[in-house]
């Protein structure tokens, strides 16, 4: 029971307790019927949406909100029409619940049997972008979990209307009442949720560092860390000078604005390349922040402070260190590092192997750019999001890290 | 990097974070080697540790302590033994470290395999018993993590001098300076252990509910919740007399002050031999508090509040609830349950089925004692605590839940 009053969300948390209940003994049929359903309510109620939608845009407009977050908020029909998809996608992924991690029948002759099972009721704090109402949504309950949404109060009434949907076409093809439901724009729900133990089992947070840091110091609920990417891509003096150049001119300027993208290149000093590397970069559009062997290599080159190894940019700005060898660049990481997403670029096995072992990140990559770090290049077919701790889930969220395991021990009378 | 100040335990934490990168390196023969020497170091060891206890019990009892916990404190040549011994058996079970969970090869060629990694920093936050000290230890170094140990002002000298052993024996036997560190006793060092977030990766409260709760409040750092247990077992009116008798009072009696005890017994309405099973209890010494079915059934029968639902007894106390059918108990766990370990006794496979499906806890047992959620008896080897969360791990620990993952994707130089 929560140790705290919650009367902005109490209600809710309560009814998505008992949701998920139920939620937790539905076959996977029912559920993948109802994720259908959902997908065929939104694209018939597209007009609903996108009215509630252009409320939300010209709200935003006429708050001063800039053009580049505008467009983040802003639907239209095949944006609709594509998180639907999305959901009917979640059809085709194996259902989680019910398999056996592991078994084993002991030797009293008792029957062991690990067994994925639903995590409760989730919680999802998240920013502007309506889309993630839809996904989260449809994760939570494809893994047999309640959702409880908490959106940006800029896309509130986009979306009530997307929930009144999914929640309708839920209910009507056989999921409990209340499976998913949206919390109330108010600063202090989010307070709330994050103190709801007791009644919801997790939260995860999606959006930037400071709403993840937010979540993180205040929850007592236990908290699925997403996102932050400090990465870092590593060129050993063995690299292959076209690999190092094709996968760090990806790893940086393929999408700049997403957490698997790298922001610090750390190049080994005997690298031979090392000035073509750089005039790649500077030639693409990348603003260089290097050390004094970075500057020597480049003009365009400028300094570089501890503020740049820290920065996650999310732009075309890159840091730029040259380092003694693969233990240097591993100090530098150990320190600089969030813990995402590190590339090696090398031919060198030896260096392959130092790298791989004393790097402590949810993802290492050898010869490939960081950008492969996501659910959906790993297979998963889905993600709720990038974790960067070490609990629970580490690396692209999918449908099995939305679940916790029961034993389930059988016996015939056995005794101590 | 800690956001806070840790006068009392920062740098033993940034020793133990500069021990973990070597520690997860590590091949499994350099642990094991510095686990038997160890074990050995104990042994040789003995006098000065039962020394440092001697003085930690007639402190201890010159303060009044009673003679219940002057036992859990006191150590003797056989304990030290037993510890030492427990050490070698570490080395027989299997190093998670390195295990590859998953692992494929993606349509682009990129090879994905998901392995196990140490956590890094492992905090024990423990009360009196100074064998937690040896077992935590082994435990987390056996797993390539470094320990930073809290122990209780009352087991201080003995602590003091058990890590002193230790410690000198693994640096000797290979192992980083620092991997095993005991914290200071003063209060205010739990606290700082909880918010070293950056430095400290997990911390393990292993005690009572109020310092699991005071951990779970206040920690920034990553918790695994252990320990609390308000079993129920549930007697359908299709169990078999003779199973329900056994298990119930092997369930009560075997053991009242462990966390798998069973504290509540609900029992179908129809099941027929209620006033025969309710007397075995009384016979065997416990105090039953019921409603007023069991009230009827039984004189001895106390009346019981919801007090007596909500307890732990971890007493010869025993709550007693007549309740309608398999879903009145499902509702009564689901409300007073802390998702420890949860029995059926039946023989009808239908309501063992409802049961299995809605109970939610990290151990559910069909006609078995709840006795048996324990790593020992679920062939573990051994546990550091049984996990009563649904992040990371639930139910017993062992050595692959003190590890993490990290995914290692190779390619050729692959972009997107």
Redesign the interface.
Known sequence: MPEVELPLIGDAARRARAAA?VL??LPTATKDGALLAMADALVAHTDDVLAANAADVEAARAGGTPDAMLDRLRLDADRVAGVAEALRQLVALPDPVGDVVRG?T??NG?Q?R?VR?P??VVGIVYEARPNVTVDAAGLCLKSGNAALLRGSASAYRTNVALVQVLAEAAAKAGLPDDCVQLLPAERASVGELLNA?GLV??VIPRGGAELIQRV??ES?V?V?ETGVGNCHVYVDASA?P??AE??V???KT?RVSVCNSAETLLVHRDYPQRERLLAALVDAGVTLHGDDAARAAHDAVVPATDEDWATEYLSMDMAVRVVEDVDAALDHI?VWGSGHSEAILADSAIAISAF??????????????T???DGG???FGAEIGIST????A???LGLPELT?????????????
């Open positions: 209940r937790r003994t084993s002991l030797e008792l062991l690990q099972v995590l409760g133990r089992d997790v993180v110091r007592t236990p699925i292959d076209a690999v094709a996968v001119l990806n790893a393929h150990a791989v072992a004393g790097v402590d990140a949810a993802a290492v990559l050898v010869n490939a750019s950008r492969f770090t290049e790993f297979g701790q070490k609990l629970h580490r690396g692209p916790s395991t029961t034993y389930v021990v059988t016996g015939s009378g056995h005794t101590r």
